[in-house]
């Protein structure tokens, strides 16, 4: 069952925006890691 948008605290919303950005942040990072070990 898909909870509704409005369900848990700000606080529990804004810790996964910050765990989703944190992820994407690594995640461009590793890609920038390969492109760097890949071109030099």
Not at 7 to 20: E, S, Y
Not at 27 to 38: N, P, S
């Amino acid at each position: 069952m898909v909870q509704d948008a409005g369900t848990g605290t700000a606080w529990t919303r804004f810790g996964w925006f910050v765990a989703i950005w944190a992820m994407s942040v690594a995640a461009l990072g590793a890609v920038a890691m390969v492109l760097r070990w890949w071109i030099a």
